[in-house]
Every structure is written in structure tokens, then in C-alpha cells.
């Protein structure tokens, strides 16, 4: 069943990025970075973020963005899959940051990328498109956020049945 905070949230975002393409590619990047942003760190640093997430997390985000595209179709699963992990992963970085862990301070990006790794977790098309969209993209999420909640509480009850 279609709810209408999915429609109007469309609506809002197709306003503010005219191109079609471009809304669905915010509208992915968005979902993405809300469930990294709502998905648990680990306490204690894994021995491979990309392989406890895969394990631990992976099935929710999809089921949770396959919630969200049944409300708006035309989600790039791949994509928001990969920036959620991204998001998670940088998370996860400043969380967990060892003693013997450097930044690296050569690259791409200012002290605030180079410090949470964006540089090295995150695409850099993805960068240059939030860095050009940075304000309309905050609000998109600001706005996803509880819906995306919900999405991934349902994911969660799901997956430890």
C-alpha cells in the first residue's frame, strides 16, 4: 500500500532536483546514508568492516530498501547498498580508531573527510554530488529519516525470526 509521506516526499524531492535521473540518484544516496547512519557500530573493532557488515547488516539494508521501493520505485539497490555501507564504514572508522592507526593526510578532500575516511570509504562522484547538493541533500534525509527507521526496525524483527 502506497503511503502518502512517500508521495510527498517525491514531490519534494523531485522540486528541488528537477533532472529525473538526478532525483532517483539522490533519492538512492539518501536511503543509503540514512541506514548507515542508523545501523548499530560495533562496540569492539571488527577484523574486517566490510565483512561484518556484510554478515551482519547487508540483509536488513536490502530488505529495508526494498521496503522503501515498493513506496518509490526506481531505487538503485547497488548504489544504496554501497553508500550505506560507506556511511556505516566511516562510522565504524571513528568509533574504533586505534592508537596505531594515521590519517592520511595527502588526497582528495579537507581535515573532516581525511579524519572519518571519506576519502577512503566513500566514491568520489558520491562526494562531488553531496559537496554540490549538500543542503537539499540534508533536508532530503532529515525528512527520510524516520521512514527509513521504521523500514529497518521491520528488517530487523524479520531477520531474527
Request: charged share 20%; aromatic share 10%.
Amino acid at each position: 500500500m502506497l503511503r502518502t509521506d512517500y508521495i510527498y516526499l517525491k514531490q519534494f524531492i523531485s522540486e528541488r532536483i528537477k533532472d529525473p535521473a538526478l532525483t532517483m540518484y539522490a533519492t538512492s544516496l539518501a536511503l543509503g546514508i540514512c541506514i548507515g547512519k542508523l545501523l548499530k557500530v560495533n562496540p569492539t573493532p571488527p577484523q574486517s568492516v566490510a565483512s561484518f557488515f556484510d554478515n551482519t547488516y547487508d540483509h536488513m539494508a536490502i530488505n529495508a530498501i526494498s521496503g522503501f521501493n515498493e513506496n518509490i520505485n526506481g531505487i538503485n539497490t547497488d548504489l544504496a547498498i554501497a553508500v550505506s555501507k560507506s556511511i556505516w564504514a566511516m562510522r565504524q572508522f571513528a568509533v574504533n580508531v586505534d592508537t596505531t592507526d594515521y590519517i592520511i593526510p595527502k588526497g582528495e578532500g579537507g581535515f573532516v573527510d581525511k579524519f572519518f575516511g571519506a576519502t577512503t570509504h566513500l566514491d568520489p562522484k558520491v562526494h562531488q554530488f553531496l559537496d554540490k547538493h549538500n543542503e537539499v541533500m540534508i533536508v532530503i534525509i532529515n525528512r527520510m529519516m524516520t521512514m527509513v527507521n521504521e523500514l529497518l526496525t521491520a528488517a530487523q524483527g524479520e531477520s531474527m525470526v
